[in-house]
């Protein structure tokens, strides 16, 4: 999909987000919803969306939703941080299929980095156990 278009209401996140698809929840508020990526680059890879937005990418977030969006997605990467201790953090955001974005909701990446562990590729990495997922999330959710 090009940078631009129409928003598809049946988007993997959408239907997360309305509850038709299950995921592993972080936190969830008015603002945004916080959960595991089933396919982690690394330990504790977590994924923010936005709630009540269209927005494909993050040129299409209304400018009046950015300031409360990225305070959940800073407040997720630091208890992401606290948690799991990792050696360092890459927080990402894809905007079009040629920049690599595969979900057509906006959404941030929260991927712990730990030295001398290699990244599994953006959507090459195996699906993960969810007992391991949930427990990951627990630890989580618990420095927020």
């Avoid at 916080?34 to 977030?61: C, Y």
């Avoid at 990467?77 to 299929?97: C, M, W, Y």
């Amino acid at each position: 999909m090009s940078l631009h278009g129409s928003y598809d209401p049946n988007n993997l996140f959408a239907k997360i987000l309305r509850g038709e698809i299950p995921c592993v929840k972080v936190m969830e508020d008015n603002v945004a919803l916080a959960f595991m990526d089933i396919f982690p680059q690394s330990r504790g890879h977590t994924l923010v969306v936005p709630k009540n937005v269209t927005a494909r990418n993050f040129l299409e977030l209304p400018r009046e939703k950015i300031g409360p969006y990225l305070e959940r997605v800073q407040r997720v990467a630091l208890a992401v941080e606290e948690a799991l201790k990792p050696d360092g953090l890459v927080i990402t955001q894809f905007n079009g299929a040629p920049a690599g974005q595969t979900v057509f909701h906006l959404h941030f990446h929260i991927i712990p980095r730990y030295e001398g562990e290699k990244l599994a590729g953006h959507g090459h990495s195996n699906k993960a156990d969810t007992a391991a997922l949930e427990a990951l999330a627990a630890q989580i959710a618990a420095a927020l």
